[in-house]
């Protein structure tokens, strides 16, 4: 597991550069918003340093005077921009039912009626160069088809939601989009960490207190840009907090290449009026550190050794007030052509004695052919080595077999010419004492008293399912368990069907039968299933004494 080394600082005053508060994702009569952009500038001027308005590009068939909507927004932004003062920028929202994508700073769009998939997107994306940035990345609007990698589009697509205020509910950073934030993460994708207001009535900046955090040189157009390029940006519910992580001379949203694996340090500060409840450095590798400071002001640092040639660590915040705050994360990469990433082993649950299946993405970040050598350890023994030939950007998936597995921590390592860039450590439980299914499907009783059971016997080392359709994959099935039907309830759910009946038949296993409280339909399924009649309690027995 990954070693770390802890040095903890509270101190009583912390240096801050420029740290700028700005919306990065708003509306307005341009498309389903409301007012002008010249209105909604100038509105923001009071509560944020910088606004970015993303009209949906679906309504920019409509021209103005004769002139395009991007156009107009944009002489509108120039129009509002000062040095020092205020930034307006401005975009376009790409909306389709893969998910919706800001762009920043173009002239040129598109939209879903000229492209609906997102690999026409990216390539619209790296022909014409611009900044993106996934919204609001939750089931209700898409997930970018679980975040599929496009090395070529890392290259633009470098911001992200984990929070979006466009709620009734009012929760900002919200669960799902925090999770999708760190699958995104894990698929390959460089992302800066933001949160945007989306507003569609006239309240931009004032809708409510989250911001996108940004660490520029100045107040400047080209400062602030060229920051969101860098993913220079943590996103925020409190609308002044100052944070910052650093890594020596390398900021949040930077890829610090590194020729070994030796230790590096992280540095977090953090100030603000609310006192800081709770923090967490996350990893690629899993949470590494959690503090409850109690305090104002923090400078945390801390030494940690990346598993692999490919780490990440970003830093998660609660304040007492509820307030959440999620940093851009720092990575640190073994300079590559080739990296490896979306590794998942399967199943989920391994117990000793059996074997589990190495699921993985290699890909090429260039854009040029590519050469490689893969090698895949487990434990430091070969698992497979293969000769590998790349075109530009381009993604392999592979599958590989474990073989027989022993309890305990296992690691899975995977090199690219000699080179450590990914690793994944999975546990095999000890070995199962069986697998019991218990129907659920036809209105059966005492169905709680049997799920708590379910509970106590898998803590004993036994696995239980439910089956899901109809009481007939028994593949693999020690025992089955069948309450017959309780009173009341729906007729035909209590029906056993022939295919099931059969199913029955045909398993070798043991087979409990807990009568119900229906007297029909228990003679009926005690002469159609041939197995030991027993209580509850009889039941429970004779399972957990075994």
């Known amino acids: 597991m990954k070693k770390l080394v802890l040095l903890l600082l509270v101190l009583s005053c912390v240096v801050f550069g420029g740290i700028y508060y ?70 376009f929202e790409w909306t389709a039912g893969v998910g919706h994508i800001n762009v920043y700073e173009s002239l040129e769009w598109i939209d879903r009626n000229q492209e609906s998939s997102l690999e026409g997107f990216y390539r619209w994306l790296a022909e014409h160069k611009k900044l993106a940035q996934f919204n609001h990345p939750i089931s209700t609007f898409g997930t970018f ?94 609308k002044n907090v100052k944070v910052l992580l650093k890594s020596d001379t390398h900021l949040m949203g930077d890829i610090v290449f590194v ?17 800081l409840l709770y923090l967490a450095v996350i990893s690629q590798s899993g949470t590494v550190l959690e503090l409850r400071p109690n305090t104002e002001r923090l400078n945390l640092t801390l030494s940690v050794i990346p598993p692999d040639g490919y780490e990440w660590y970003f830093v ?61 350890l487990l434990d430091g023994n070969s698992l497979r080595e293969v000769e590998l030939k790349f075109s530009p950007y381009q993604v392999k998936r592979f599958v590989v077999p474990t073989g027989s597995l022993e309890k305990g921590y296992h690691r899975v390592s995977f090199l690219v010419d000699g080179k450590l860039v990914q690793s994944s450590v999975f546990f095999v439980k000890e070995k199962l004492k069986g697998v019991i299914m218990i129907d659920t499907l036809h209105e059966n009783d005492y169905l709680e008293e049997l799920k708590a059971l379910a509970g106590e016997l898998e ?21 089955l368990i069948v309450s017959t039907p309780k009173e009341g ?54 399972l957990l004494e075994e």
């Open 459 to 479: 803590k004993r080392g036994y696995n239980v399912k439910y089956p899901k359709v109809m009481l007939k994959d028994l593949e693999g099935v020690d025992i």
């Open 22 to 91: 700005g919306n990065l994702h708003s509306h307005t009569s341009y498309s389903d918003g409301s007012g002008t952009p010249d209105q909604a500038y100038e509105y923001a001027k009071s509560y944020l340093d910088v606004l970015a308005i993303t009209d949906h590009a679906y309504y920019f068939t409509q021209k103005i005077d004769g002139n395009t909507k991007p156009y107009l927004t944009k002489l509108a932004a120039e129009r509002h921009t000062k040095d020092g003062e205020f930034v307006a920028l401005q975009g």
């Open 316 to 376: 998660y915040m609660k304040q007492f007030d509820g307030d959440e705050i999620v940093t851009s994360p720092i990575w640190f990469q073994i300079p590559s052509s080739v990296y490896v990433n979306s590794v998942r082993i399967s199943p989920e649950e391994i117990h000793d004695g059996e074997s589990a299946k190495v699921y993985f993405e290699i890909y090429n970040v260039t854009g040029e052919d590519q050469n490689v050598k893969l090698s895949v």
């Open 259 to 275: 020729e070994d694996l030796s230790p590096q340090k992280i540095n977090l500060e953090y100030e603000d009026t609310e006192k």
């Open 145 to 238: 088809d679980s975040f599929r990698y496009f090395p070529e589009a890392d290259q633009y697509v470098n911001l992200i939601e984990v929070g979006n205020g466009n709620w009734a509910s009012g929760d900002v950073i919200n669960e799902e989009m925090f999770g999708n934030y760190i699958l995104a993460l894990n698929k390959g994708w460089h992302l800066g960490a933001t949160v945007g207001q989306d507003n569609h009535k006239p309240n931009w900046g004032s809708a409510n207190e989250g911001r996108t955090g940004i660490v520029a040189d100045a107040l400047t157009y080209d400062d602030i840009m060229d920051a969101l390029w860098k993913r220079h940006t943590f996103g925020s519910e409190d």
């Open 489 to 542: 309830g729906l007729s035909f759910a209590k029906k056993l069907s022939d295919k099931e009946i059969e199913a029955i038949e045909n398993f070798k296993g043991k087979i409990y039968i807990v009568p119900g409280g229906d007297e029909e339909y228990r003679k009926i399924y005690l002469e159609k299933i041939k197995g030991e009649v027993v209580t509850l309690e009889e039941l429970r027995r004779k």
